[in-house]
């Protein structure tokens, strides 16, 4: 994975993946370093130990899948789309401001905005991969049963 580390990475990225115009958040999925042992005690991960994978379509070539991973996220808001409306991601931001990561799928969205209509993450780390062969709808984060 490539690890983004300033606004010329940021840039270079969003250029990429043409700011994630008509583009869909396919998956997502969070996981954390804590869970209950078989004695059963609690295991704690240490520190910001959560972390998202994020697989992202779209409607155009190379890249047209691509995978998200952010670790050290301090900060996560989902807003799923409302019934009869559709999922497209017209437009999406990535920015850095005092060392942390922010996304959302609003392009005019601020640190400081506190809509509840968006979704957006924030994280310490961000990294990315193309993963063009992830295109359709075959799900990539499977679950056990499955």
Request: glycine share 4%; proline share 3%; hydrophobic share 35%.
């Amino acid at each position: 994975m490539i690890e983004l580390k300033g606004n010329d990475d940021i840039k270079g990225f969003l250029e990429i993946f043409g700011h994630f115009h008509d583009s869909c958040l396919k998956e997502l999925l969070m996981w954390t370093d804590s869970y209950v042992d078989d004695d059963p005690s609690m295991k704690v991960g240490v520190g910001l130990d959560t972390k998202i994978r994020m697989l992202f379509q779209r409607q155009s070539n190379v890249p047209a899948a691509i995978e998200l991973l952010f670790e050290g996220v301090t900060h996560f808001q989902l807003k799923p789309s409302p019934e009869n409306y559709d999922s497209i991601i017209y437009d999406a931001n990535l920015l850095l401001k005092d060392e942390t990561f922010y996304w959302t799928d609003s392009v005019d969205w601020t640190p400081n905005d506190h809509n509840e209509e968006i979704t957006w993450i924030s994280a310490k780390k961000v990294k990315w991969r193309e993963v063009n062969h992830w295109i359709g709808e075959e799900r990539r984060y499977k679950t056990v049963e499955e």
